[in-house]
């Protein structure tokens, strides 16, 4: 740069200004233009192209320009062969003012959604997320749906092309509901889109109700299929989403097979998520392998005794296994950004298909009018031989004028007078057509034209039964194979600490007051992971509630602490303090929910000097009998009692209790191990989720105490019976799920494939923590039917054999047949062919009832009771005073 490009003038603006100094010619004339209002004018004008030309597709025909102009070129080369991409690319540049890079991936990823194109080569893989080829190898060419609903030239709007050498369509004619049937997704300056796919056949159906005015509803359908909840969609506009999930079933008890993927995922991304949660310890697996090829096929194998169901809930809660999509349905309309949702678009859609075909029927209308005329005409020229007439003209005129004058007496019928072009016309006519014209098969084609006008008639008339069959034949000609891929579930929410793996372990330092996980010279508590919370009890009284974390000073003398589930009802904390430091002491039991975080709360009642004397923690309610050793101190006679847990109710955690003794306590010691004390907890059966729950959501499995266990009986033939518990994950074949009564026989008809015979055995579980197979293993062996019934019933129905008929035969199960080992092949039921086996209603039977013993129930975690006082009987045990 010279001296000269570095002088800056002496009416230079003060620094901050924005200018631009314009150095004339000539010495000493530099001007300054502010460029201020060209800032914010050329952001404006850069916005609006990014969100009309380049990111949001308009709602007219679902179409980005881009991806117009390559349709629109598709056409143009369109021989029914395939082209090179290559070669396509190059002729939308003709249209599209970008590099070839933006069209070429553009159209890649059109045909990845094997709609409107059909291809030829590697065009990459949606679901293992590798690309395509360059485009100099790959083909491509119009579908047969493309050619059929994309264009109609005699109805589309043109207009010239950036360089103004040729015409591109403002909007293709598009008689479809592309935009939500391919979905679109796009970053404008300001604003983005993203509108959800949904499926081919469900948009139709949709339409058609629209047509019959009938209410609809439609869900997004993602080509990778899974499982997704649409409970809060919102219909596709802002504020909603869309939880999809990867299908993942359990091939053993050390491997998980994931065989869908969720939208937006691809098999690379999602195994590097496993893997990630793997290193930092929220999940924990052995080997992972990925046999992804034409479907999706990812192997998980696990170590022994980890839980495959535990593992399938951390994938959802750790990796991209469940992935949150959130639908923004923005389009362009009249050169204007929309935001509107998915049904409103399709209304929008649907209408102007309407119109559409409105516009091509009065085109076509005009059309076999325009034939019709001229037929008519030809038919009148030549029976007539007006041609004859001209012979003696010699100027032009003269040939009009005499053509004219003989047709006169033959129009009446016309639809429309007769014009100097179509006289023109008519002087067209070869002497060769005029010499070998058939009158008759003029008459059957002018004839058959008037009953196609009459057809384009009725089609205008009834317009909206026209638009229906047109939407109809578009599903039967190509729905077949496009059925829905998503399964649309309710999905239950996971909660992270509950599936977390306990990678962690969890030290203490009671004296000090001290926990957390780098206290590795310390005591020992339990395993944790890094997102679970921690109950803590101190020996003045204070509970605290606190996260796991390196090293927390809680306070000094800890006496109890654990691992904390907040929704946890069942654990009960038996406790007897002292009030203050030489007040009388109290019982009391109680739970723990509804808490903040490292909040002191007392559980005593607040005086100074106040002490925990005994405190034990019960995961099911147990209640234990202590002994309570009292010191010598005046006139006491009684200075060794014990007191059993059980005879108390179970209050809240800020209740004061009952009053054990007014005498300073010497020694408490535990004498009896308790059992427990709560009511069996219901257990209910969602099949929306199919996971268990505790929430009154679904069918009522029944109430279970601690070890009670669940009857899980598949369609495969195979039983086994779980301890219930919330996490668990139930297969789509299960065909009995109900609580476990041991000495229930189990009843089934099977067919055995290597005898061909059908066998009915009745057997008990003998193996409770095993899945067995009660039938024969043979491949072609299968279950008919299954029932955990006293005295079930089946119906046996016979084929026809060489015409005849069997009647029914009705087998009482019981009566055919005694309880025998798990083993036991079972008693041939019928040498003859079946056509099916149907369960009937069970005979009555009278169930034992069970004796239940009372059981105490959880009080509410947040009422305050009145004292209710202990009394000491004769032999030293408490009574309570329930006054």
């Keep these: 740069m010279n001296d000269q490009e570095n002088i800056i003038p002496e009416n230079a603006a003060p620094s901050g200004s924005t200018h631009f100094y314009d150095n004339t010619d000539e010495p000493g004339q530099d001007t300054i233009t502010k460029v201020t209002g060209m800032y914010k004018d050329w952001f404006l004008d850069y916005a609006s192209y990014v969100i009309l030309e380049r990111a949001v597709p308009a709602i007219e025909d679902g179409f980005k320009p881009v991806q117009r102009r390559i349709m629109h070129s598709m056409r143009e080369l369109d021989d029914g062969r395939y082209n090179k991409v290559a070669n396509v690319v190059g002729h939308t540049m003709q249209y599209h003012p970008h590099g070839d890079a933006s069209i070429g991936d553009a159209m890649v990823q059109l045909g990845q959604k094997d709609l409107l194109i059909d291809t030829q080569g590697n065009w990459g893989n949606i679901l293992t997320g590798d690309s395509a080829a360059a485009s100099r190898y790959i083909e491509a060419r119009l579908s047969k749906f493309a050619l059929e609903v994309l264009y109609s030239p005699k109805i589309t709007e043109w207009q010239a092309s950036y360089d103004g050498r040729r015409n591109e369509p403002v909007n293709l004619p598009v008689k479809f509901p592309l935009l939500i049937t391919q979905g679109a ?41 899974g499982i997704a909840d649409v409970s809060n969609y919102n219909d596709g506009m802002r504020g909603g989403r869309v939880r999809v999930r990867a299908r993942i079933s359990q091939i053993d008890k050390n491997t998980l097979a994931i065989t869908q993927i969720p939208f937006s995922t691809n098999t690379t991304t999602l195994i590097d998520s496993i893997l990630k949660a793997n290193e930092k310890g929220k999940i924990k697996i052995k080997k992972i392998e990925d046999n992804t090829a034409a479907e999706v096929e990812i192997l998980i194998h696990l170590f022994p005794g980890v ?78 031989r007006i041609y004859r007439e001209i012979e003696e003209e010699e100027t032009w005129e003269g040939v009009i004028r005499a053509i004219d004058n003989g047709l006169k007496p033959h129009i009446q019928h016309l639809k429309r007078a007769v014009t100097d072009d179509d006289i023109a016309r008519l002087t067209e006519i070869r002497i060769k057509r005029i010499s070998k014209f058939d009158i008759d098969k003029a008459q059957e084609k002018i004839e058959a034209l008037e009953g196609d006008i009459e057809q384009v008639k009725y089609d205008l008339e009834h317009l909206t039964d026209f638009a229906i069959a047109f939407f109809t034949r578009l599903k039967e000609k190509y729905g077949k194979g496009r059925e829905r891929l998503t399964e649309l579930r309710s999905f239950d929410t996971i909660e992270a600490t509950k599936v977390a793996l306990r990678n962690t372990k969890l ?21 944790c992971s890094d997102i679970d919370d921690i109950i803590v009890f101190l020996r003045n009284g204070n509970m605290i509630v606190t996260k796991v974390d390196e090293k927390k000073f809680i306070g000094k003398d800890i006496i109890h602490a654990a691992v904390f589930d907040k929704n946890d009802k069942r654990t009960i904390y038996n406790m007897v303090y002292r009030d203050g430091k030489s007040g009388p002491s109290f019982i009391k039991r109680f739970n723990v929910s509804g808490i903040t975080r490292d909040k002191a709360y007392d559980l005593t009642q607040e005086k100074p000097g106040s002490q925990i004397l005994y405190f034990s923690a019960n995961p099911n309610g147990e ?53 427990s004390t709560l009511r069996p907890r219901k257990i209910w059966f969602d099949d929306t989720v199919n996971r268990l729950n505790v929430d009154a959501r679904g069918e009522l499995l029944g109430e279970f105490r601690p ?37 229930k026989p189990i009843s089934a008809i099977y067919f055995d494939g290597e005898k061909s015979r059908y066998y009915l055995k009745r057997f008990l579980v003998e193996a409770e923590n095993k899945e067995e197979l009660f039938i024969t293993d043979h491949p072609n062996s299968q279950l008919e ?13 016979f084929a026809k054999v060489k015409g005849v ?49 009372e059981e105490m129930e959880v009080a509410g975690s947040t009422e305050i009771d009145p004292d209710e006082p202990l009394q000491i009987d004769d032999e030293g045990q408490i009574t309570l005073s329930l006054d």
């Design 507 to 527: 030290y203490i330092n009671r004296e000090e007051g001290f926990i957390g996980t780098g206290l590795k010279k310390d005591e020992y508590l339990t395993d």
């Design 307 to 384: 839980s495959p169901d535990k593992t399938i809930d951390a994938l959802f809660a750790f990796t991209a296994c469940e992935t949150s999509v959130a639908p923004l349905g923005c389009v362009i309309e009249n050169h204007k950004p929309l935001f509107i949702g998915v049904s409103e678009m399709l209304k929008i859609s649907t209408y102007r298909t309407v119109d559409l075909l409105k516009s091509e029927l009065e085109i076509q209308l005009d059309e076999l009018e325009e034939q019709w005329h001229f037929l008519s005409l030809e038919r009148i020229f030549i029976e007539n």
């Design 785 to 797: 039917i299954v029932s955990t019934d006293y005295r079930p019933v089946a119906e046996l129905v």
């Design 805 to 853: 008929q069997k009647e029914n035969q009705v087998i009482d199960m019981e009566a055919f047949i005694s309880v025998k080992g798990f083993k036991a092949l079972g008693n041939q039921l019928t040498s003859e062919k079946l056509k099916q086996v149907n369960l009937l209603d069970p005979l009555p039977y009278e169930i034992p009832e069970e004796v239940i013993p």
């Design 185 to 225: 997704e796009g970053i404008a300056v300001g604003l983005s889109t993203k509108v959800l796919p949904h499926n081919f056949n469900e948009l139709i159906d949709a339409s058609v109700k629209i047509l019959k005015g009938k209410p609809f509803q439609i869900f997004p359908d993602f080509p990778t299929a």
């Design 707 to 743: 070890n009670d266990r669940l009857l899980i009986i598949n369609q495969a033939g195979k039983v086994r019976t779980i301890i219930p518990e919330i996490t668990t994950r139930f297969g789509d074949d299960m065909v009995i799920l109900e609580k476990w009564v041991p000495k």
């Design 623 to 675: 209640a234990e009998v202590i002994t309570i050793l009292l010191r010598q101190v005046g006139s006491v006679k009684k200075l060794k009692f014990d007191v059993d847990f059980a005879s108390l109710a179970i209050k809240g955690r800020n209740s004061r209790g009952n009053t054990v003794s007014k005498y300073p306590i010497k020694k408490i010691e535990l004498k009896e191990k308790g059992i």
